[in-house]
């Protein structure tokens, strides 16, 4: 059977970070921007491939390990999976790792459907309980990269649709309908140029939840604020979106200021203070992309000094 073919794109959780993990609603969407896809050298190894080859290798000895040690099977075809490293085999990827942009999901998409001894098809779209088997498969094959894993980003990548993720309704396939507003304005990234690590902010939200007046802020106020961000999205309110946006981001920058990076507090309050844009986390914060949204890109770029590499657009109809 020959490796996948398909280009995976990366993700990003648009709304739903630390909410998902407290039982709320989450929105992930693909990011076309940056893709990965796994591929055989030509004659000679250049350097590089060898060093992704070199990543792929240390990813196999560790489902090795743990199917070994703490007896998993990843319903994985080691031995295939072996063979064609020693080929050569590495991950072509411009998704940048440390961003919450998918990076490892995208890889975990591509060795599953590449290697996986009975796949989920990603279309037609998984049923329930497929969904289910195949967001578990993926969480156990993306623990290498941060010791746990719920799946959703694997999921993500794998099914290369926007997804809402619900844990009482079950996960399911969207239509983002498009924002009044063009080319002019909607969406954004920023990048901060600081990679992060997602475990770390994690356990840090973990110890906070167990304090009784933080869990209740979340579950009182938190997820019903991303949950009316999904709505407006999903049914087409911009005036709404644009509401719970600014809601958000307040909130966040109360609540989640550790996770925010300390160079980014006045731009973050500029947004908050003239309304020209609101900043929000993407993903667990700390660094990696910010997310944003503004009704006029032209004058949201200006506060981050019209750096077309730290400002990206990023459309997320479909």
């Known amino acids: 059977m020959p490796i996948s073919a398909r280009t995976y794109f990366g ?3 648009l709304f739903g970070e630390y909410s998902v993990i407290s039982q709320g609603r989450a929105l992930s969407v693909p990011i076309s921007k940056f893709h990965a896809r796994l591929q055989f050298p030509g004659e000679e190894f250049n350097i590089e491939e060898t060093r992704l080859n070199q990543q792929l290798k240390d990813y196999l000895l560790d489902l090795v390990r743990r199917e070994e040690t703490e007896r998993r099977d990843h319903g994985i075809d080691l031995n295939r999976f072996a063979l064609d490293l020693l080929r050569g085999l590495y991950l072509e990827s411009d998704i940048p790792p440390g961003y919450g942009a998918g990076s490892s999901g995208a890889l975990v998409a591509a060795v599953y459907e590449s290697y996986a001894c009975e796949p989920v098809p990603h279309k037609p779209f998984p049923s329930p309980r497929n969904m289910r088997k195949l967001m578990r498969r993926l969480g156990m094959l993306e623990a290498y990269f941060h010791g746990t894993s719920s799946g959703i980003d694997p999921l ?4 290369q649709k926007p997804l809402l993720i619900d844990p009482e309704q079950g996960n399911k396939p969207v239509e983002i309908p498009p924002l009044p507003f063009g080319e002019s304005g909607g969406f954004f990234l920023v990048d901060t140029f600081l990679p992060r690590r997602t475990e770390s902010l994690v356990s840090r939200f973990s110890e906070h939840y167990i304090q009784e ?13 991303v949950d009316f961000c999904i709505d407006a999205l999903l049914e087409a309110h911009p005036d709404e979106i644009a509401r719970g946006i600014r ?12 996770m925010i990076p300390p160079g980014f507090f006045d731009a973050w309050n500029h947004g908050l203070e003239t ?19 503004t009704e006029n890109y032209d004058l949201a770029r200006k506060s981050f000094h019209n750096n077309e590499d730290q400002f990206l657009p990023f459309p997320i109809s479909g």
């Open 156 to 159: 993500s990548c794998y099914l």
């Open 213 to 225: 007046h933080f869990r209740n802020m979340i579950h009182d106020s938190y997820i019903p604020l």
């Open 11 to 13: 993700k990003i959780m």
């Open 275 to 293: 309304g020209e844009f609101y900043l929000k986390l993407c993903g667990a914060g700390g660094g990696g992309f910010l997310l944003g949204f």
């Open 247 to 258: 809601q958000l981001s307040s909130m966040q920058m109360i609540y989640f200021r550790e």
